[in-house]
C-alpha cells in the first residue's frame, strides 16, 4: 500500500496497536476516518494519465515540399490563447522548422501590411483566438480568412464569445461601457474631475505628422463564426494541451506526409457527449433545498456538485477537458460550450436546475416562493449561466423595452 492510499484509506494490518486487541483496532479505523482530509479527487479515481506531448515529437527540420506558412492572431481576448501554445514546452521551437510565422502579435513580428501584401490562401493556416468586438478585429478576422487556406477558432472567446460576450448585457452597449470606465469609475473619476473637460478616447486625431486612429467598439461581441467562415475549432478557456497537441499533429503530417486534415467543421477535442459523461462524481440526483459556493461547505470528494447544492453546467457542457475543474472540486462553467444537441446553453442549465427542485406532487417540501428565494441567492445568474457562451445564445445582448412596449 502505497503513501497516499495509506494516508487516506489508513493501513490496517500496520496500525494495529501495541497489545494487538481488536476493539482498539477498531477505534483507530474509526479515528483514521475522521481524521483522513478529503481528496480533491478520490484514489480509487486517480489515473496515471499519458503526457500528450508525447504523441507530438520535436519536428524533424523543414517539411520536403518547404515550410507551410501559419499566422497567429489575437482578436478580442485575455491573452491566455496564445501563452496555451507555449504548453508544447521545447516543442514550440520546432514549429517553427515546419511553418514560416508570418504573424504573431504576442511572440513574433510580422505586420498588416505584410499580410494584405500576400497572396489569397497563400497562408496554410491561421490561429485566431478571441472574440469579435472592434474594427480591428473584423478587418483583421476578415483578411486573414482572405488570405487563409485554413482558419482554426482558437479558444472558447473566438468559438462562443467567451468573457468579453458578457459585456453584450450591459443595456447601454460601447457607450454605456465607456461613459462608466472612463467617467464613472473611482480612478477615472478623480483624474477626470482634475480636467477642463473629459478626456475620452477618439477614433481618429489628426496629428502634424498624419491622422492617427483607433478601433471602434461595437455594442455587440461576436464569435469568429459569426464574422468569417471558419474550418475548425477548438474550444476551452484556453484549449487543453491534449487539444493543441491534436491540431499541431494533424498540421505536421498534412506538412510533412500529406495526410488530408480532418474534414471541415470538426471540433478539435471534444467528444459526443456531456461532461457529465467523463465526471467521476456519483450522481444522485438529489433535489436542490439550497444553492451553495464550494467554499462555504465541505465538499464530498466522490459526490456531484449539483447533488451538493453547487451550480455545476456539466449536464449542458460538452466533454472533452477531462473533467478538468469537477475532479478539482470546482463546478464546470460551461468553457466547452454546449454539446451538438444543446442550443442554448444557459436556458438549457435553468432547465436541468428546475428539475432537481422538490416540486413533485410526491414531495412539494417546498413552493414557489421558496425556489424563487433559492434562485435568488444565485448573485449572478446571467453571468454565471452564459459566462462563455454569450455571443451564441438566442437572446444575444441585453433587450431594452422602449416606451409603447417596442
Ligand atoms: S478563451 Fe479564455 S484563455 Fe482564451 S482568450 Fe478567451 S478568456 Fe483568454
Ligand atoms: S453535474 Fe457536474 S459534478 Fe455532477 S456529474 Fe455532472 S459534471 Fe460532474
Ligand atoms: S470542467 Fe467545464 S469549465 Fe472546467 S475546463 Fe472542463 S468544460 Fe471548462
Excluded at 467543421?265 to 444553492?291: Q, S, W, Y
Excluded at 472540486?329 to 444537441?341: E, H, N, W
Aim: proline residues 7%; contains cysteine; glycine residues 8%.
Amino acid at each position: 500500500m502505497g503513501f497516499f492510499d495509506k494516508l487516506f484509506k489508513g493501513d490496517k494490518k500496520k496500525e494495529k496497536c501495541d497489545c494487538g486487541c481488536e476493539e482498539h483496532d477498531k477505534k483507530k479505523d474509526v479515528h483514521a476516518a475522521k481524521a483522513a482530509p478529503k481528496a480533491a479527487v478520490p484514489a480509487k479515481q486517480e489515473q496515471v494519465q499519458a503526457n500528450p506531448l508525447d504523441k507530438f515529437p520535436l519536428l524533424p527540420g523543414a517539411p520536403p515540399g518547404g515550410k507551410i506558412k501559419l499566422a497567429v492572431y489575437w482578436a478580442a481576448g485575455c491573452g491566455g490563447c496564445d501563452v496555451s501554445l507555449l504548453d508544447t514546452a521545447e516543442r514550440i521551437l520546432t514549429v517553427a522548422d515546419m511553418a514560416d510565422i508570418v504573424m504573431w502579435p504576442i511572440a513574433a513580428d510580422g505586420k498588416e501590411k505584410d499580410i494584405v501584401a500576400m497572396k489569397d490562401k497563400e497562408i496554410t493556416v491561421s490561429i485566431i483566438n478571441g472574440a469579435v468586438r472592434n474594427t480591428e478585429n473584423e478587418h483583421m478576422v476578415k483578411l486573414l480568412r482572405q488570405k487563409s487556406l485554413l482558419v482554426v477558432s482558437y479558444g472558447t472567446c473566438a468559438c462562443f464569445g467567451g468573457s468579453p460576450a458578457l459585456a453584450n448585457l450591459v443595456p447601454g452597449g460601447k457607450d454605456e461601457i465607456l461613459d462608466y470606465v472612463y467617467k464613472q469609475c473611482p480612478s477615472m473619476k478623480a483624474f477626470q474631475d482634475t480636467q477642463k473637460s473629459p478626456v475620452l478616447p477618439q477614433t481618429s486625431v489628426k496629428t502634424p505628422d498624419g491622422e492617427i486612429t483607433l478601433p471602434m467598439m461595437y455594442d455587440v461581441v461576436k464569435s469568429l463564426d459569426q464574422v468569417i467562415d471558419i474550418d475548425y475549432s477548438i474550444p476551452g478557456c484556453p484549449p487543453t494541451i491534449e487539444s493543441i497537441v491534436q491540431l499541431l499533429a494533424a498540421v505536421a503530417e498534412f506538412a510533412y506526409n500529406g495526410v488530408a486534415l480532418p474534414p471541415k467543421g470538426t471540433m478539435i477535442g471534444v467528444t459526443d457527449k456531456t461532461l457529465c459523461e467523463e465526471c467521476p462524481r456519483k450522481k444522485e440526483m438529489r433535489r436542490i433545498t439550497k444553492i451553495v459556493e464550494p467554499h462555504e461547505i465541505d465538499v464530498d470528494p466522490e459526490l456531484c456538485l449539483m447533488d451538493q447544492g453547487i451550480l455545476c453546467l456539466g449536464a449542458a457542457t460538452v466533454g472533452g477537458c477531462g473533467a478538468k475543474c469537477t475532479r478539482a472540486a470546482q463546478p464546470c462553467r460551461g468553457c466547452y460550450g454546449p454539446t451538438k444537441v444543446v442550443s442554448e446553453m444557459g436556458a438549457s442549465v435553468f432547465t436541468a436546475i428546475a428539475s432537481l427542485f422538490p416540486v413533485l406532487d410526491k414531495d412539494p417540501i417546498c413552493g414557489e416562493d421558496d425556489i424563487i428565494d433559492i434562485m435568488s441567492s444565485v448573485k449572478d445568474p446571467l453571468g454565471y449561466f452564459y459566462a462563455y457562451s454569450m455571443s451564441k445564445s438566442l437572446i444575444n445582448r441585453a433587450v431594452v423595452e422602449k416606451k409603447g412596449g417596442q
